[in-house]
């Protein structure tokens, strides 16, 4: 088990720029997540996967933002034309959908930074 | 929609003393509560999870304790040493969906 992993962990840009950011879950866990946590503040969750499909999205995930999890591994989150208040640290996590309520145990990833000049 | 709320925002201990934390939210529909470690510029580590059938978890020197009704959970750190300086934060799963909705977090600084 080799935890949850995130790349980059640190992407600076120009306001503007397109950014994507892969997560690789525990290789057995179903469900993914995806938070955004600015300086100071608790994460805010953003959207959700079961397996391949999309089943949230927050209202914080406007138009510029999109996810993906092709074939229910890994995931990617875009950000087109970012704006300064994008910069902010984006988490990954992922659980177990089935099993006993422990299973629901969402692990975190190392993040990543993004910061927008 | 849920509010979790942690007080105090910051803490300084001298090295050996029990650490107190709370947590307080305000749907007490929930599935279960995680607390996290977060040190600076990193991720989460999941220290605890309690279910919302449990009254407390605990784990080595971390007690933590959930009154659902009351809408409060407490994590206390036993004999805290500098390496407990970080960041911790609750998280409250409700009952009927999978997000995660998070306090702010308390930080933690134990002097040596």
């Known amino acids: 088990d080799t935890g949850v992993s995130q790349n980059p962990r640190h992407k600076i840009t120009k306001r503007g720029q397109n950014v994507t950011f892969r997560c690789d879950p525990i290789?057995?866990?179903?469900?993914l997540y995806w938070y955004r946590q600015t300086l100071g503040q608790g994460p805010e969750f953003l959207t959700y996967?079961?397996?391949?499909?999309?089943?949230?999205k927050s209202r914080l995930l406007s138009d510029r933002f999109s996810a993906e999890r092709p074939k229910g591994s890994f995931s990617t989150l875009e950000i087109q034309r970012t704006e300064q208040g994008d910069s902010a640290m984006y988490l990954c996590?992922?659980?177990?959908?089935?099993?006993?309520?422990?299973?629901?145990?969402?692990?975190f990833g190392p993040g990543t930074r993004l910061t927008v000049l | 929609k849920q509010e979790v709320t942690q007080i105090p925002a910051a803490l300084s201990v001298p090295e050996g003393e029990n650490l107190v934390l709370n947590c307080s939210f305000t749907?007490?529909?929930?599935?279960?509560l995680q607390w996290f470690r977060q040190d600076p510029g990193k991720g989460l580590t999941s220290l605890l999870l309690?279910?919302?059938?449990?009254r407390e978890q605990t784990s080595g020197r971390l007690n933590a304790s959930l009154d659902k009704s009351s809408g409060r959970s407490t994590l206390y750190i036993a004999a805290s040493q500098p390496g407990d300086s970080a960041t911790y934060l609750c998280?409250?799963?409700?009952?009927?969906?999978?997000?995660?909705?998070f306090g702010a977090g308390t930080t933690v600084t134990v002097r040596a």
């Open positions: 998280a409250v799963r409700p009952q009927d969906d999978y997000k995660l909705s």
């Open positions: 996967f079961q397996n391949e499909a999309q089943l949230e």
């Open positions: 309690i279910q919302s059938s449990q």
């Open positions: 290789s057995e866990h179903n469900r």
């Open positions: 996590a992922s659980s177990l959908a089935e099993g006993s309520p422990q299973d629901n145990e969402q692990f």
């Open positions: 749907d007490s529909a929930i599935y279960n």
